[in-house]
C-alpha cells in the first residue's frame, strides 16, 4: 500500500527560512520522515525559500528571460522553453500563491535545489529521504494540468520496463514509466492549491535510488516530434 | 492522508468474466470497496474483458483503423488521434499483457464501459465507488509514460479552481486540476507493469461526485495549439 500525507501547518516561507526544518517540524504530525520517503515540495515554496520573486510589473520581461524559446503564443499567454528545457506555460512564471504584488519564477537549478533539500533533510532527520519538486504543468491534447516533476534528488525518474519480460514473458520494448511525474501527481492529490499545504510526503512506492535528475525528463529536441 | 491499495490476485480476465465481481472478490484483503473509493482499473483488463483482442497478424490494419488522424510518424509507430480523441501511440492498440498471438484494443466508448463497470460494482458490492480506466500515454515534450484516465465514471475528471481565491485572496484564472489523470497515474505507482496487478483503490482523494466523462479531457482540436 501506497500512503500519502499532506504535510500542514508550514508557516509563509521567505528568503531566510530554513525549509528542511519547517517540512521536519510539520512532519511530527506523520510520525516524521522515514527511510525512502519520497518528499514532493512544491516549486513555489523552493522558489520562495531561494528568494525567486520579483515584482509583478516585471513579469512580462521575467517570462522573456526565463524563456529560451517560444512554441506557440496565445493572448497574454506563452508556451515556451525554460532553460531548464521545460516546456511551460509562462516559462514557470505564476503569481498564485505569492505575497501580493510579486511573480516567482522558477529555481534556476531545480535538481540542485533538490539535492540541496534532500541533503538538509537527511542531515537534521538522519534519514535517507528522496526529494521531488513538482510544478503545475499544462499538456498538449489534454485538458487541463497535472503536476510534474521539475527537481528530482535521491530517485531515478523512470521505473524502466525496456527489456524485461511482462507477464506473459514477452520483452517490453518501450514502456519506461516516469514515476517522478506520477509522484508530483499523486502528491498533488494530497495538497490541493487552496489549502497552503506545499509538501506531501508519498511512502511505499516502488522507486529505484539513483543520482538521477529531472533533466533526464526533458525529451531532446531531436527525439521530439512535438517541440 | 491518502491511500493507493492495488488489488491483488484477479485471475487472467476472458471475454465471459465478470469483472465487477472479480474486482470485489480481490478487494476483500483490502477490507472491501468503501463509499467514495476511486476504483482505477487498467484499459488492458476492460479491453481483455469485452473481448477487444484481435490476432497480432492484424496489428497494422487494426491501428490503421482504430486512428481517426495521424499526427506523426516514426518508424513503426504512429502518433494518432483515436476515434475518442485521445493522441497516443499506436492508437492504444498493443500487445503487452495479452494472450500470445493477440493484440488489445481500446474499448469502444471507454467512458460508457467505466459507468458499466460502476453500475455492477454498486449492484454487487453495494456502495458508491468511482471509477477511473487508466492508460499508459507518452507525452510530448517529456520523456517516458504516464497513466493517465481514458475513461472515468462517478466522479469529475477536473478540480476546477478556476474563479476561486488563492490563499492570497487573488482570484485563480487557470487552474483545472485533472484529478483524473493525475488519479490515474497514482494508481499506476502500486501497480506496476510486472506483477499483473490491474486495479488498485485510491481512497481519500477530494474529488467531485458528477456525471462526467474522460471525453471531457480532450482539448477541443480547435483549442489544441499541438495537434
Not at 22 to 34: D, E, K, T
Not at 95 to 117: F, K, T, Y
Not at 152 to 162: H, K, L, Q, S, T
Not at 164 to 170: N, S, V
Request: hydrophobic share 45%.
Amino acid at each position: 500500500m501506497i500512503e500519502i500525507v499532506p504535510l500542514r501547518g508550514v508557516p509563509e516561507v521567505t528568503p531566510d527560512a530554513d525549509l528542511a526544518a519547517l517540512l521536519i517540524a510539520s512532519a511530527r504530525a506523520a510520525g516524521g520522515f522515514r527511510e525512502l520517503d519520497v518528499v514532493v515540495v512544491t516549486q513555489k515554496v523552493v522558489s520562495k525559500a531561494e528568494g525567486r520573486l520579483v515584482p509583478a510589473s516585471e513579469k512580462r520581461a521575467a517570462i522573456d528571460s526565463e524563456s529560451v524559446r517560444v512554441l506557440r503564443r496565445q493572448g497574454e499567454m506563452l508556451i515556451s522553453e525554460t532553460r531548464h528545457g521545460f516546456v511551460c506555460a509562462n516559462a514557470g512564471v505564476d503569481e498564485s500563491n505569492v505575497p501580493d504584488g510579486n511573480i516567482a519564477l522558477l529555481p534556476v537549478d531545480c535538481d540542485a535545489s533538490a539535492r540541496r533539500l534532500r541533503s538538509r533533510l537527511q542531515h537534521l532527520a538522519g534519514v535517507d529521504v528522496a526529494v521531488i519538486i513538482s510544478d503545475t504543468f499544462g499538456r498538449a491534447w489534454r485538458v487541463g494540468q497535472t503536476d510534474v516533476a521539475i527537481g528530482v534528488a535521491g530517485i531515478e525518474p523512470f521505473n524502466d520496463y525496456v527489456g524485461t519480460p511482462d507477464k506473459q514473458g514477452r520483452i517490453m520494448t518501450a514502456t519506461r514509466i516516469c514515476v517522478a511525474d506520477e509522484l508530483a501527481g499523486a502528491a498533488e492529490l494530497a495538497m490541493g492549491k487552496t489549502d497552503a499545504i506545499c509538501a506531501a510526503i508519498v511512502r511505499g512506492a516502488t522507486v529505484t535510488r539513483g543520482r538521477a535528475a529531472a533533466t533526464e525528463i526533458v525529451r531532446p529536441p531531436e527525439q521530439d516530434l512535438f517541440r
